[in-house]
């Protein structure tokens, strides 16, 4: 994948996640999608309160990556490089 097909897949990606945001937002966290690997890793960044949340794992797994992989199959697993699971 080049680096403008990887630019899209973020942003598309990011879009996906529009959807689970204001589950988020409520709690005054967000996520921010840093990259994606060449073997379909996505590695998100957890922002606000979503960064030390004792829930952030669950949310991680049973949200937004489950999200993610039933939009995108070329996404194979999603890694917080921040918080309290990292």
Known sequence: MNATEKETLITNLNSALDELRPHLNVDGGDVNIESVTDDGEVLIR???????CNMSRMTLKAGIEQTLKNKFPEIKS?????????
């Open 78 to 86: 999603v890694t917080a490089i921040n918080g309290m699971h990292a």
């Open 46 to 52: 957890w922002l606000g309160n979503c960064e030390y």
